[in-house]
Nanobody, 125 residues
Framework: QVQLVESGGGLVQAGGSLRLSCAAS????????MGWFRQPPGKEREFVAA???????SHADSVKGRFTISRDNAKNTAYLQMNTLKSEDTATYYC???????????????????WGQGTQVTVSS
């Protein structure tokens, strides 16, 4: 049974940093593309970042230069380093996984099969 568990969220002041972790179990992370999405209050879930099996990355324009996705297959964990946080980054953050035979890094909600329960990030201005 595949499980994804996010951690590392919290309350931070604008300009601060947080690192989110996504621990996977029941699956070898190396076989999966991983993604981070977020859902602000009252809004739809949106793409943040994705990383392919081979380490290729994609970041949403709104977070480029501030957020970095990474993965550690040996630890079966994916990460999202978030720097220079802004109030508009406030959201519930979700990690997602998709088994893929290639080096794609999907960027839409519909392409992912497995989801974590989410972790709250609140940025105070």
């Amino acid at each position: 049974q595949v499980q994804l568990v996010e951690s590392g969220g919290g309350l931070v002041q604008a300009g601060g940093s947080l690192r989110l972790s996504c621990a996977a179990s029941g699956m070898p992370l190396r076989m999966y593309a991983m993604g981070w999405f977020r859902q602000p209050p009252g809004k739809e879930r949106e793409f943040v970042a994705a990383i392919s099996r081979s380490g290729g990355v994609s970041h949403a324009d709104s977070v480029k230069g501030r957020f970095t996705i990474s993965r550690d297959n040996a630890k079966n964990t994916a990460y999202l380093q978030m720097n220079t946080l802004k109030s508009e980054d406030t959201a519930t953050y979700y990690c997602a996984a998709r088994v893929t035979p290639d080096s794609s890094a999907p960027v839409t909600v519909y392409e992912y099969s497995y989801w974590g329960q989410g972790t709250q990030v609140t940025v105070s201005s």
